[in-house]
């Protein structure tokens, strides 16, 4: 059974552009979470999806921020118009339906822009 | 305010011996997680802790979760290099599923 899988594991940006992180969960779970973890500073929790559904965005930037999980397909983090603090470790952990108690991480995007 | 301190920040302890890292929340938690992470990789899953005094351990890897649920050891018996890393605890605040974490313990096992 793969693990939660993201790509890229390294994503370089300049100023202004977009970033899209994308997220695979592991088979079977339908609970999606994002984490970014800012140098020098812990795992911040950012929005929780699931399918079709954004139950808790409470962690994400007001402006240029957005994630999705669509009925098919992997669960996307766009970023618009990045900045220079933008760059960080993107997480992504996943969750079955009736265990969301328990979060299995991927290994991350590093998103940096120069 | 970081809502989980982690202590200590680092930690260096020769091959075989024994070691125990700490989490504390100054609120009660409703699940305590611990997981590894290795620079520059992502987490590794160790154990969760649900109720006051839970203990769980795997291989030489031990977590309690004391009777107020608000802090967390974890014990390490006679360390290897795999051991290396650095160790983060997080915690369902609210039980809203929004995991806040610590900043982390760093491991260092030389042999």
């Known amino acids: 059974n793969a693990g939660v899988m993201q790509n890229p594991r390294h994503l370089v940006r300049r100023r202004g552009q977009e970033a899209r992180l994308r997220c695979s969960p592991m088979?079977?779970?339908?609970?999606v979470y994002w984490y970014r973890q800012l140098p020098e500073e812990g795992l911040k929790f950012m929005v929780y999806l699931q399918k079709e559904n954004i139950i808790d965005e409470s962690g994400m930037p007001k402006e240029r921020f957005s994630a999705e999980f669509p009925k098919e397909g992997p669960s996307i983090l766009r970023i618009q118009q990045v900045v220079r603090g933008d760059s960080a470790a993107y997480f992504c952990?996943?969750?079955?339906?009736?265990?969301?108690?328990?979060?299995?991480f991927g290994p991350g995007t590093r998103l940096t822009v120069l | 305010s970081q809502e989980l301190e982690q202590s200590p920040q680092s930690l260096i302890v020769q091959e075989g011996k024994n070691l125990t890292i700490n989490c504390t929340s100054s609120k009660t938690l409703y699940g305590l997680y611990w997981y590894k992470q290795k620079y520059g990789e992502g987490l590794i899953f160790l154990m969760m802790l649900q109720k006051g005094g839970e203990e769980k351990s795997h291989e030489k890897i031990t977590a309690k979760l004391d009777e107020k649920k608000q802090q967390s050891s974890l014990h390490i018996t006679a360390s290897q290099p795999s051991h290396a890393g650095i160790y983060l605890c997080g915690a369902d605040i609210d039980g809203n599923n929004r995991l806040a974490f610590g900043k982390g313990n760093q491991v260092v096992v030389i042999p």
């Open positions: 952990a996943s969750s079955p339906p009736f265990r969301t108690d328990t979060q299995y």
């Open positions: 088979k079977g779970h339908s609970h």
